[in-house]
């Protein structure tokens, strides 16, 4: 048998989008284990999803399709799921992630799904191909969903993989990693702007987290496990050997959980001379530590702080306090490394006194760069089945189908919550009242063929005042602001776009940006408009399909 995996398509060709190590997982360990295994990338193609699978399908005789994702992803994957159906009807489908592992019926009953893998996948996927190819019963399988006739079978659940360094690394050449890390420019994000050319790697160098917090939930299960030293390093070599990465991002929920691992890291990846970017607690840093972070190449630190109310703190099991997260942000701008965090509300205990405690120190302490955000109820984290509880989610497919909104969990009313959700999305890019970078000198170097056109930009930085060359800087868009990272304190702070990218602020430039700002804003307002809007382009969806 033939499987091929894909990916959702996040973004169209061309634009930078995350890449998720989930699939490219188990399409190396089923490579590894020997199986018939093709990989298709639909983010880096242009053609709609069903010419793509098509394509692959017929070419390569594809037997099982198989994608996965998170819950939030359910309109993308389904569009795998339709088309790859559409093609070959009896086409077998298997989907893993996120989606199955939090609520199997749910997903199952409603997506044309035949096999759904729960839990960790690539040693359940490498049984079901077994059990498919040898036509064996598959309800042995450990760690599976599917329907028998119109029952759905859930089998008995997978214990999670306790030797990691059994696992290949990810299968990152399948999916044409090398094209996703030349999208990288160094304006794409806040995290980028430290490099001119920036090549980013990500990689997961443990699994799980021992923390519960009530808004998180954790697909790979319970059990928090970690990867050698030695196994993770190889995979860092492959990476630099074969990318030529220059900056590596951490993605483990939680990367400080054993601090003299921490610290052995740090040690081995100086020699590298690449940035890198580790997630942590505020109560795993001090002193110490952050000089040793700081040394190894560390010039910015994703911490996990949510409130700045011991209520909602503690509401949320972060097992934090304020006192620690205010320390530990000090200690982190002393040492000068950038900061990434949020503060979010919307916990069931928020209340008027824990919303004024957390945005009076939020005013009050700008120069972090913290953005305000709202809790999303996501599958199946506690605050999920809390709304689920209490009436708050009704219909569970309808709130996965509108992409997980955000809902009411607090005891304030509609009208002061919807208050609250305005304010915190106004400050969502956190780029008012900031003391802003000062352009110095911009500069156009050159222009793509789709009229993109590039810079070199000297920006004074507000908080040391050194001056830092930016090069390949491109506007990603007419917001008032965009981010940088000092390229010596490593502050964030916004520089006002206008100012950077004076080239691009062209009438031409301008008009057709407000053309299709008002579009957009009638479309999205008024019912009658987006009617006319939708009707217009399944119409033309219906004529192209007739030529």
Not at 113 to 135: H, P, R, S
Not at 451 to 480: A, L, W
Request: proline share 4%; hydrophobic share 35%.
């Amino acid at each position: 048998m033939n499987f091929l995996f894909v990916t959702p398509k996040y973004v169209n060709r061309g634009q930078p989008y995350e890449f998720y190590l989930g699939l490219a997982y188990v399409s190396a360990y089923m490579k590894h284990k020997g199986f018939n295994v093709y990989c298709l990338n639909t983010c880096h193609y242009d053609d709609p999803i069903e010419k793509q699978l098509s394509e692959q399908i017929d070419s390569k005789k594809i037997d099982v399709v198989c994608t996965g994702g998170m819950s939030i992803h359910f309109k993308l994957i389904n569009a795998i799921l339709d088309a790859a159906k559409k093609i070959k009807p009896e086409i077998i489908t298997v989907v893993g992630g996120a989606i199955i592992t939090s609520d199997p019926k749910l997903a199952l009953e409603n997506m044309r799904i035949d096999f759904g893998i729960v839990g960790e996948g690539e040693e359940t996927m490498a049984e079901l191909a077994d059990a498919l190819c040898n036509k064996r019963d598959v309800s042995k399988v450990k760690g599976l969903a599917f329907f028998d006739n119109t029952n759905l079978i859930v089998s008995e659940p997978r214990e999670p993989i306790s030797n990691l360094d059994l696992l290949p690394i990810p299968d990152y050449e399948g999916f044409e990693y090398g094209y996703f890390i030349g999208l990288s420019a160094p304006s794409d994000q806040i995290t980028y702007s430290i490099l001119d050319e920036v090549r980013p790697g990500s990689i997961i160098t443990s699994r799980s987290c021992p923390y519960s917090c009530t808004f998180c939930y954790h697909p790979l299960g319970k059990k928090y496990r970690q990867r050698t030293l030695d196994n993770v390093f190889r995979e860092i070599d492959y990476l630099i050997e074969k990318y030529n990465i220059n900056l590596l991002v951490i993605s483990d929920e939680l990367f400080s959980v054993d601090k003299e691992r921490m610290y052995a890291f740090a040690e081995r990846i100086k020699k590298y001379n690449i940035k890198w970017i580790p997630q942590l607690r505020v109560s795993d840093v001090d002193e110490s530590v952050l000089k040793a972070l700081k040394d190894s190449g560390v010039y910015m630190i994703s911490y996990g702080i949510e409130s700045m109310s011991d209520i909602i703190l503690r509401s949320m099991q972060k097992k934090i306090t304020k006192a620690q997260i205010e320390t530990a942000l000090k200690l982190t701008r002393d040492a000068k490394i950038a900061i990434i965090g949020n503060i979010l509300f919307g916990d069931p205990t928020e209340t008027e006194e824990t919303i004024k405690e957390s945005v009076e120190w939020w005013f009050n302490h700008r120069k972090y760069g913290m953005p305000l955000s709202m809790i999303i109820t996501l599958p199946d984290a506690p605050v999920y089945r809390y709304a689920i509880k209490n009436g708050l989610i009704k219909d569970k497919l309808q709130y996965m189908r509108d992409g997980f909104p955000i809902i009411n969990l607090t005891k304030l009313g509609d009208t002061r919550f919807k208050k609250l959700y305005n304010f915190a999305s106004y400050y969502t890019n956190d780029d008012r009242n900031l003391a802003a970078g000062k352009v110095v000198s911009s500069k156009k170097e050159f222009k793509l063929r789709n009229g993109k056109n590039f810079f070199t930009i000297q920006i004074r930085c507000p908080e040391c005042h050194s001056v830092s060359d930016y090069k390949n800087m491109h506007r990603k868009s007419f917001e008032v602001y965009f981010f940088v990272v000092c390229r010596d304190c490593h502050a964030r702070f916004p520089v006002k776009t206008k100012k950077g990218f004076r080239e691009d602020y062209t009438n031409f430039y301008l008009i057709r940006h407000y053309i299709f700002e008002i579009a957009r804003f009638s479309i999205n307002r008024f019912p009658i408009i987006k009617f006319i809007y939708y009707k217009y382009r399944h119409n033309r969806v219906k004529l192209h399909k007739t030529i």
